[in-house]
């Protein structure tokens, strides 16, 4: 559920305020030169992966006039800079900073996507409700909203993002997903089942789908169903290790309590977090 920007899009639109700013400070020509020097440094940063040193020189660059407000797209590369290294309390910091100069939607998308990744649901909520403010048919603020109402059992509210969500885009996978596994906590096992089925059709290589129906199979207790879908899913993808996971509580419901043990363990040298796997190891310590 991570927003993913490439390093080239990034690159264009450091590029586009370059030229912007030279217009913009045209009057200055000395920190205009100082600015788009500055932003061509930190393009061949980001070209060449150089995340520290990008870093310093978005630094540089904003501090040559700290309060112009086209700053805030340095704030946004900032953040998503200090998010690759790790840094989220920073990152925070960097896209307020540009929202208070200016609030645009791409400083509070990536703002919310920070805060859900770091589990603050509600501070993620409240700026995907800022940009929906302003633009009722933003897809990524629509999916990311219904998502967390859904986490919040508000489900007729995350119904209605998903279905106004695919009223504008009819094949948005990660919608129709959402919306399945909505209708299975929302008590509607039959439409849950007609839609996992309908993704597996679409896109039968795709593991996620197939996980999910395995578990509302699972819940049927249609485990020769489900035993099949998690089997294809292994095949698909070896060294996944939401796979093995899901295998487990298959086999704990199955009272393969053995198997389950070594999917476990199986998870766990795949890279799944302990934390992850405690719950499954708890229900087959009883």
Do not use: W
């Not at 909505?182 to 993704?199: F, I, Q, V, Y």
């Amino acid at each position: 559920m991570k927003r993913k920007e490439t390093d080239c899009a990034i690159v264009r639109r450091l590029v586009f305020l370059c030229i912007f700013m030279l217009s913009a400070f045209g009057f200055q020509p000395v920190r205009a030169q100082l600015y788009e020097q500055g932003v061509k440094q930190i393009i061949e940063a980001l070209a060449a992966d150089s995340l520290t040193k990008a870093e310093a020189l978005i630094r540089q660059t904003i501090a040559i006039d700290p309060l112009k407000k086209s700053n805030a797209i340095l704030y946004q590369y900032l953040g998503e800079v200090l998010c690759r290294q790790g840094e989220s309390e920073k990152a925070l910091d960097a896209y307020g900073r540009g929202i208070e100069l200016s609030p645009s939607p791409d400083l509070l998308l990536g703002r919310a996507s920070l805060y859900l990744q770091l589990n603050n649901q509600e501070r993620a909520l409240t700026d995907y409700n800022k940009v929906l403010e302003d633009n009722k048919d933003c897809e990524e603020a629509l999916f990311f909203r219904a998502f967390i109402l859904t986490q919040q059992r508000r489900f007729k509210e995350a119904r209605s993002d998903y279905n106004r969500l695919l009223e504008l885009n009819p094949m948005h996978e990660d919608a129709r997903l959402g919306l399945a596994i909505l209708n299975s906590k929302d008590g509607r096992p039959r439409e849950a089942m007609e839609g996992l089925d309908a993704l597996v059709r679409l896109h039968p290589t795709h593991v996620r789908h197939l996980l999910a129906r395995c578990g509302l199979l699972e819940k049927r207790k249609e485990y020769e169903k489900a035993m099949k879908d998690v089997q294809t899913a292994i095949e698909l993808e070896p060294d996944n290790p939401e796979c093995y996971l899901t295998r487990a509580s298959l086999y704990l419901t199955m009272k393969k309590k053995r198997l389950a043990r070594q999917d476990c363990r199986t998870a766990i040298s795949l890279g799944a977090s302990p934390e992850h796997v405690a719950p499954i190891l708890a229900e087959i310590g009883k």
